[in-house]
């Protein structure tokens, strides 16, 4: 079976990225990443790719007169390597419709919050600050707004007495790492679609993980 040829997108760390490549060193898993872009030079993230033997591309935002040009960049950088579907890990970059339009259902992200709650930055100060007892992490369909778009998957996280933002974020981090990879599997293998601004799922068990017990994730 081909596989399903992933683009992914970071600024920074690239955690989630090394998820990615680590879940396609598995012979079975039913996607490949064949670029990795970075709008910031020097991203830890570009050296996880260059040590996994994928391709890499530097595009640094500031070397554009607009986000649309920029976007136009990116775009281009996609459709030369063949992607299938862009992957955000970590992307600190709005995207404008020359971007987001042509990927409209092939392009995902994911944020550390149960979405619709807390988009944006400083995410789990916010869910601190709001005492919430649970927080999580979501995968979703990318549309022109900020952190909206059709949810893929999800993973619910207690807040534990006595979290900082590091501890929370760590243990969402922990997460994330867990449902991007299934995420991808299951658009790879046709089980979640993107149809008129919804995500449609073909079968049970929903793609959403509560603690560590979802034995599908
Ligand atoms: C993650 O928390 C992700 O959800 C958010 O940005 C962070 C990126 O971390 N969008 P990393 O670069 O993947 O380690």
């Not at 919430?132 to 619910?156: K, P, R, S, W």
Request: proline content about 8%; glycine content about 10%; charged content about 20%.
């Amino acid at each position: 079976m081909a596989r399903l040829k992933l683009g992914v997108q970071i600024s920074g760390r690239g955690s989630n990225l090394q998820s990615l490549i680590d879940a396609c060193r598995d012979p079975g898993f039913p996607a490949e990443i064949v670029l990795a872009v970075s709008n910031v030079p020097g991203a830890q993230g570009l050296k996880r790719a260059e040590e996994a033997g994928i391709p890499t591309r530097v595009i640094p935002h500031k070397d554009f007169p607009s986000r649309e040009a920029f976007d136009a960049a990116l775009n281009e950088a996609h459709q030369n390597a063949g992607v299938d579907l862009v992957c955000n890990a970590g992307f600190m970059r709005l995207m404008t419709p020359v971007m987001v339009r042509p990927w409209l259902g092939r392009m995902i992200n994911i944020h550390p919050s149960l979405l619709p709650a807390f988009p944006g930055i400083h995410v789990h100060r916010q869910v601190l600050a709001a005492g919430c007892l649970f927080t999580g992490c979501t995968v979703h369909y990318m549309d022109e707004g900020m952190d909206t778009g059709a949810i893929i998957a999800q993973a619910a996280v207690p807040v534990l007495p006595g979290d900082t933002e590091d501890t929370l974020g760590g243990r969402v981090l922990s997460f994330e790492h867990k449902i991007y990879p299934f995420a991808v599997r299951r658009i790879a293998e046709g089980k979640v679609r993107y149809m008129e601004g919804k995500a449609v799922h073909e079968d049970a068990p929903l793609p959403a993980l509560a603690g560590l017990a979802n034995p599908a994730v």
